[in-house]
């Protein structure tokens, strides 16, 4: 029940844990190393969340222990909220204070001290004091596991919540875009005008397509890489869905294997290079890098060097959630396309199209319109939510009864501003149908995304 949105939802503290604005403020406050534990043990709990979802249904003290550490998760939101908004603080007292020309010691001290004021010091001492209740309850989460005898992840039995998401393909699974017409003549402009290429360039033009999860990066690279004119324009595509496990071997293998029919079984690394190297020399290529993670540049480098062979105008599309992913694999002459969320008027026309036999107007039908209105408003903006809504409202037959059902689901019952999940939700979660379970996930990062 509780597993993948937790699971999720600590995907997201780690992203917060890592980020750097965290990490400098942590080492002013001399509290980068119990920020460091806090990854490597949840790292720790977090391998054996599968046993745990299983073992709940039978075990209560399972279940408590995954309440207590749904609890623990939102508290360490919370404190990391704090520490994001007193490190900004601290960047504004040495932004004006740089600007009033502080003397050379000031220079040399960190503003932070030299602008010690009572409630620093109690904040300060606040802080530390949260640290350490915080450090006892992992503590306490990790004795227990073991208490519990829950097992870790075993490659018999992969985990879940890596089950949840397929690797994307090239093939369009929507027949339109709605709302992403402009950005996506944008990314065909710079892949096919002569305006924006340079004939002598032999390096790759890589485009990076940036969003949250969901946001719609992998359909719009779909409908760019099927194309007409990319299809004309292309002496040969590729597309490689990377995801997490970054695996220069793999990737190599993937985009090699889409170009030719040649056996690439047990291969290592320099044959892979070797042959992708021979096979795109003197040609113009696009390849699509889906769903990117990995922020090592000496990976990315060694990716990119086969394709430094190729003709002048080939093209690498990149999509990411990262931002330091598309500056470190992007061109300088290339911004990074975001992608923001949609308005409510546009996801209201992405859920007649799959709640309604693809109806683009929802008008013909003002009952379930108003249901329909509200269900999309709920969503927030994001189009997988509103797509996987659309799926669950699509079998209700535009009976309004079940359209109503769902929308007073306990599940939306998530103020943008709580930071918990009422006990009553997680009841009717476990018995919800698993397109409303990804639904919840979006909305609970929404709120969460919301909040930083």
Not at 366 to 376: F, H, Q, R, S, T
Request: one cysteine or more; hydrophobic letters at 40%.
């Amino acid at each position: 029940m509780a597993e993948f949105l937790l699971s999720k939802c600590l995907d997201i503290l780690f992203d917060r844990l890592l980020s750097s604005d965290l990490l400098k403020f942590a080492r002013l406050e001399g509290i980068r190393e119990e920020l460091d534990k806090w990854r490597k043990t949840m790292t720790i709990i977090q391998r054996v969340l599968d046993d745990a979802e299983e073992q709940q249904r039978t075990e209560k003290t399972v279940k408590d222990w995954l309440d207590d550490l749904r609890d623990l998760f939102y508290d360490m939101e919370d404190l990391l909220d704090e520490f994001a908004t007193e490190a900004l603080h601290e960047r504004k007292l040495m932004a004006g204070e740089s600007q009033a020309s502080a003397s050379m010691v000031r220079n040399i001290i960190p503003s932070w001290f030299t602008a010690f004021t009572p409630s620093d010091v109690k904040f300060k001492i606040r802080l530390r004091s949260k640290i350490e209740k915080i450090n006892t309850r992992i503590n306490d989460l990790v004795i227990q596991k073991y208490e519990l005898n829950l097992k870790e992840n075993s490659s018999k039995r992969p985990s879940k919540r890596r089950e949840i998401k397929s690797p994307s393909t090239s093939l369009v699974t929507e027949d339109h875009i709605y709302g992403r017409e402009e950005v996506r003549g944008a990314v065909l402009q710079l892949l096919v005008s002569e305006k924006h290429s340079d004939a002598s360039n032999k390096i790759p033009n890589v485009i990076p397509i940036v969003g949250m999860a969901g946001i719609g990066k992998t359909t719009l690279a779909q409908l760019v890489y099927n194309d007409k004119k990319v299809e004309s324009f292309f002496n040969l595509k590729a597309w490689a869905c990377v995801s997490e496990d970054f695996d220069v071997g793999a990737v190599t293998k993937t985009i090699l294997q889409s170009l030719t029919s040649e056996n690439c079984d047990g291969k290592d690394l320099n044959w892979l290079q070797e042959k992708l190297k021979e096979k795109l020399r003197g040609k113009r290529f696009l390849v699509i890098l889906d769903d990117v993670w990995n922020e090592n540049y000496t990976d990315w480098t060694r990716l990119r060097a086969p394709f430094e062979v190729g003709a002048s105008r080939s093209s690498i599309i990149v999509t990411t959630r990262s931002q330091k992913v598309s500056y470190l694999m992007g061109n300088k002459e290339v911004e990074p396309f975001q992608l923001e969320l949609l308005s409510n008027d546009v996801c209201l026309s992405i859920f007649s199209q799959h709640a309604l036999d693809h109806a683009r107007d929802i008008s013909a039908h003002p009952d379930l319109k108003v249901i329909g209105e509200e269900l999309v408003r709920r969503c927030k903006g994001l189009p997988l939510a509103v797509k996987t809504i659309a799926g669950v409202i699509r079998s209700k037959q535009k009976d309004q009864k079940e359209w109503e059902k769902v929308l007073r689901n306990k599940i939306w019952d998530i103020p943008a501003e709580e930071s918990g999940i009422p006990s009553s939700l997680m009841v009717s979660y476990d018995n919800l149908p698993g397109a409303l379970h990804t639904a919840q996930y979006y909305q609970r990062i929404m709120n969460l995304r919301r909040r930083r």
